[in-house]
Nanobody
């Protein structure tokens, strides 16, 4: 069983930065692919970024170059550094963990077995 707790959300102006954290507890966490998804009001949960156990990462095209995902396997924590934030980045951000059979699944909600409770990010214009 894996438990995930996000933190770091808040209100920021356009162009600002936030760093989200996801503290994980459980066994074998270094083997899990960790990801961030987001869900805006009235929309589906969308992929943002993911990082595999060895450290390979992938991003949604719209955040590439602005967001960076990284993990600290000693602290069992994954981070999402968000720079140059836009109002359209406003959403609840969720951390997820899964043992993926293929890297092709990194962007898919059903590939992840464990989810955090979410943290709100609001970007004002």
């Amino acid at each position: 069983q894996v438990q995930l707790v996000e933190s770091g959300g808040g209100l920021v102006q356009t162009g600002g930065s936030l760093r989200l954290s996801c503290a994980a507890s459980g066994r074998g966490l270094s083997s899990y692919t960790m990801a961030w998804f987001r869900q805006a009001t009235g929309r589906e949960r969308d992929f943002v970024a993911a990082i595999s156990g060895p450290g390979g990462s992938t991003y949604y095209a719209d955040v590439k170059g602005r967001f960076t995902i990284f993990r600290d396997n000693i602290k069992n924590t994954v981070y999402l550094q968000m720079n140059s934030l836009k109002p359209e980045d406003t959403a609840v951000y969720y951390c997820a963990a899964g043992l993926l059979a293929t890297a092709k699944a990194m962007g898919l909600v059903p590939a992840y077995d464990y989810w955090g409770q979410g943290t709100q990010v609001t970007v004002s214009s």
